[in-house]
């Protein structure tokens, strides 16, 4: 159990839709990180927030987007989806930046069609 | 070149086997996470490291800074430890994780 909550675990969409994947985390876990991992492939680092601020973004387009709420939980949407936006999306939380130990969410698994 | 690299990429072994997982990384800051993914996709973080050996009940993870090297060792290995091991460098004070390939590992009893 690492406290930390996603949903929805598994959704289906259709090309050009929006999504919503939320993240709940425990109380002083200032720090989340969110991940796509496409099938058989290593996770790729989407964005960071810390404090309601984005902290960092890897490759993706912007419309791949966030928020982080003050009660720590956080959202991740994505626009205009494509085939290639299937897969499994994580959420890790951690208390401060740059150290200590991540907690992750089992996933949302987003299949495109 | 990948920037962390991880052998091997798969191995099966027999219950009670010695199993290491080995990780080179050529970018990053001081640390390294090991995590464990099972079918499925959870990820649960294993260690994190800055420096020396760290251990677990049956697992331990080494770490040599100044080699970019790190090893996950698993004693009197079990078919429930089997399942996919990463290992991922933070990039910079972001804390933008660059993840290794994986190994999955399978333990048969």
């Known amino acids: 159990e690492t406290g930390v909550t996603q949903s929805p675990t598994h959704l289906i969409k259709t090309r050009g839709q929006q999504v919503t994947l939320r993240c709940s985390s425990q109380?002083?876990?200032?720090?989340v990180s969110w991940y796509q991992q496409a099938l058989g492939q290593g996770p790729q680092f989407i964005f960071q927030?810390?404090?309601?601020?984005?902290?960092g973004r890897g490759n993706f387009p912007p419309r791949f987007s966030g928020l982080q709420f003050p009660n720590y939980s956080s959202e991740l949407n994505v626009n205009a989806l494509e085939l290639d936006d299937s897969a499994l999306y994580l959420c890790a939380t951690s208390g401060r930046t740059n150290t200590g130990e991540l907690f992750f969410g089992e996933g949302s698994r987003l299949t495109v069609l | 070149k990948n920037e962390v690299e991880q052998s091997p990429q798969n191995l099966t072994a027999q219950e009670g086997e010695f199993i290491t997982i080995n990780c080179s990384y050529s970018?990053?800051?001081?640390?390294l996470h090991w995590l464990q993914q099972h079918p499925g996709g959870g990820i649960v973080s294993l260690f994190m490291l800055s420096s020396g050996k760290k251990k677990h009940g049956r697992l331990i993870a080494t770490i040599n800074i100044q080699e970019k090297h790190s090893s996950l060792h698993i004693t009197a290995s079990h078919p429930r430890d089997s399942a996919v091991y990463i290992c991922?460098?933070?990039?910079?004070?972001?804390?933008?994780?660059?993840w290794g390939a994986g190994t999955k590992l399978i333990i048969k009893p």
């Open positions: 109380s002083g876990h200032n720090t």
């Open positions: 927030y810390y404090r309601e601020e984005e902290n």
């Open positions: 970018v990053g800051i001081s640390a």
């Open positions: 991922a460098v933070p990039m910079d004070s972001n804390y933008q994780l660059i």
